[in-house]
């Protein structure tokens, strides 16, 4: 298994997209509807990378950035926002319909379920039965028979039913902070950051702030994307904008609302992705033009507030085997009557 | 003429060289841990040390107590638990090496830390098999080390698969091919595991060993390398780094125990040759 060993892998969300991204590859977001690392989702639209395969758990508009920007072709899917009735074509309704992008239903229980199974590198893993009698099991999608199945309780029991793990080539993932090695900290909803991140083969991972190690070692709990998995940690100030990042910012319903008015309409959601995604080079650029169009006070309205967690404390006394004088508590002698003892007792061996 | 040493700290130190810069170490505490604070110090700064209870990256500064000893190292990176260490790590293929300690071992590397004698009718019931099996069944390499055990015919009860039966025979079992025990340190020499048969064979000698006494200790016709290593000294700052780190393994366990019980009469007899 390929891991990544590096103690500073910071680079540019372009960078880390033009090495680890291939055409084809399957991806999935660690994170579900919150904190989503937009950023990085529009790095990977300017890529011009095609074919990709997402596992999607739950989101609001990157799948349909994705879908019209022809970087995804598969979609295995539990949940995706949708806004308007009959009478609007959403983008994924519009690909599946025009050919564009094949689905595949699942829950949002079997879909993590296979990224957990995945994680864990087990073949399969249970799930609840009483599900197979809808059309989400029932009906195949373009995974096909690579999806799920019945075993048989080995115990005795009646047949279990099963989801088959997957390992995606990627996750892209937005946290609070990280080290430069790629120790990433999410807090807030966790919904299904871990197995998602721990599914994947190698996480890209744009973080609000780089931390020191030591602020990471200070609270080792709060580790989502652990560094040996993180083959690219790219920095990224509002890098979840316009989701909503727990500690940093509020979702922002006013930029939303823009988006959102444009997008069942073709030439309205190009219009939005050359303004916003192809219109600018990295979310540095993004924010310039944000800045430029609303002004600071938009941003500043939506900033959080702090409600700081009581911090944990893992405190012992860190008392040294040798104090600083080279003395011993447990033993009651020092460093060089140490020596003298272990020579007196004819354990030291001439070198 | 080098700085003088212990043959337990020969042991640590020679089982440092078993670690690469880079790699991730499975570690539980003992000597194992002090080899892989002596790598991290010297030729291995960036391998990461794993320990089954779920601390990811510690840095310890003293020998843990045991796996969950969070009072040895200021925090570490990653804190998961031991279903995350035996799923999402070591069965993924992340351990680059395990370390573990012997009780018995047969000559495919496999071990015994669960009875000593028949089981139904034991002389010695010893801790149990805790994440050995896991830990060498699944890390690309194993690394043993021995101090107060003892190498066997046959194992009194198999705790911990090494090679198996020998041969091709660990990975029809199941575990990942080209992985397995790497290496064996004793306080007399070191041991490899041949290629094909998988059966141990002497590598190499500690410094003053004669081939005899390995032998005296191994209870099938040793298979010996063509030319035996000599175990290379630590640097005198490597011995301060280990005394400094773990004075008890450097002492040796009989004499540590004396150390320790001599103070606790000392305490608690009100003595104390601080004050």
């Keep these: 298994m390929e891991k990544f060993m590096e103690r500073d892998k910071r680079m540019s969300g372009a960078e880390a997209i033009a090495r680890f991204v291939n055409d084809g590859d399957s991806f999935v977001f660690a994170n579900c509807l919150t904190g989503m690392p937009l950023g990085l989702v529009h790095d990977l639209i300017r890529s011009g990378k095609k074919g990709l395969f997402l596992f999607q758990q739950g989101g609001i508009e990157e799948v349909d950035l994705l879908i019209s920007s022809g970087t995804i072709d598969r979609l295995a899917v539990a949940y995706n926002f949708r806004l308007?009735?009959?009478?609007?074509?959403?983008?994924?309704?519009?690909?599946?319909?025009e050919g564009r992008l094949q689905v595949e239903e699942l829950t949002n229980f079997t879909l993590l379920a296979m990224m957990k199974a995945g994680a864990m590198g087990y073949p399969f893993l249970p799930v609840l039965g009483g599900m197979r009698v809808t059309d989400v099991i029932r009906k195949q999608g373009f995974l096909g028979d690579r999806c799920f199945a019945e075993v048989k309780d080995p115990f005795g029991g009646p047949d279990v039913l099963v989801v088959k793990g997957y390992r995606p080539d990627f996750a892209l993932m937005h946290v609070q902070r990280a080290d430069t090695a790629g120790n990433g900290q999410l807090w807030g909803a966790m919904i299904n950051s871990k197995w998602a991140a721990l599914a994947a083969d190698r996480i890209i991972l744009s973080a609000e702030e780089i931390v020191d190690t030591e602020v990471i070692m200070s609270a080792p709990h709060l580790t989502i994307a652990p560094a040996h998995k993180v083959c690219a940690v790219v920095p990224s100030p509002w890098g979840a904008h316009p989701s909503e990042l727990a500690g940093f910012y509020d979702y922002d319903m006013v930029f939303r609302a823009l988006y959102f008015a444009g997008v069942n309409d073709p030439d309205a959601m190009k219009a939005w992705m050359d303004e916003w995604i192809y219109g600018v080079s990295d979310r540095k650029g993004y924010l310039e033009h944000y800045l430029r169009k609303f002004g600071r006070e938009r941003l500043e309205a939506i900033k959080a507030r702090p409600l700081k967690s009581v911090p944990a404390d893992y405190g012992f006394s860190f008392a040294p085997n040798w104090d600083e004088r080279g003395y011993?508590?447990?033993?009651?002698?020092t460093l060089d009557e140490f020596i003298r003892f272990?020579?007196?007792r004819g354990i030291l061996r001439e070198g | 003429m080098g700085?003088?040493?212990?043959?337990d700290e020969l042991i640590v130190y020679r089982a440092a060289q078993e670690i690469r810069d880079g790699e991730i170490v499975v570690i539980g505490q003992g000597i194992p841990m002090a080899a892989g604070v002596l790598a991290r110090k010297t030729h291995a700064p960036n391998s990461l040390i794993v320990t089954e209870a779920g601390m990811v990256g510690i840095d310890p500064f003293k020998v843990p107590l045991h796996i969950a000893d969070t009072s040895c190292t200021r925090g570490y990176s990653y804190g998961c638990d031991m279903f995350d260490i035996f799923t999402t790590v070591v069965h993924r293929g992340y351990v680059d090496v395990a370390f573990l300690g012997v009780g018995q071992i047969d000559k495919y590397g496999n071990l015994n830390s669960s009875y000593i004698g028949d089981p139904n009718d034991y002389e010695m019931r010893l801790a149990g098999a805790g994440g050995a099996p896991e830990f060498a069944g699944y890390s690309q390499r194993t690394v043993y080390t021995l101090s107060g055990g003892e190498i066997v015919e046959k194992l009194d009860y198999f705790t911990t698969p090494g090679y198996v039966d020998g041969g091709n025979s660990r990975y029809e079992a199941g575990m990942p091919e080209g992985s397995g025990p790497s290496t064996l340190i004793t306080t007399k020499g070191v041991f490899k595991f041949d290629r094909e048969t998988k059966e141990m064979y002497l590598a190499g000698l500690?410094?003053?060993?004669s081939l005899e006494e390995v032998k005296a200790q191994v209870p099938w016709e040793l298979k010996v390398a063509e030319t035996l290593e000599i175990t290379e000294l630590p640097s005198e700052e490597e011995v301060a780094i280990i005394r400094d780190f773990s004075p008890e393994l450097s002492v040796g366990r009989k004499l540590s125990i004396e150390l320790i019980t001599r103070r606790v009469l000392n305490v608690l007899s009100g003595r104390n040759t601080e004050a």
């Excluded at chain 1, 308007?84 to 319909?97: I, N, Q």
């Excluded at chain 1, 011993?328 to 002698?333: A, G, W, Y």
């Design chain 1, 84 to 97: 308007g009735g009959k009478r609007v074509t959403p983008p994924l309704d519009r690909a599946m319909k």
């Design chain 1, 328 to 333: 011993s508590e447990n033993f009651d002698m």
């Design chain 1, 342 to 344: 272990m020579d007196e």
């Design chain 2, 3 to 7: 700085v003088k040493y212990t043959w």
């Design chain 2, 206 to 209: 500690h410094p003053g060993v």
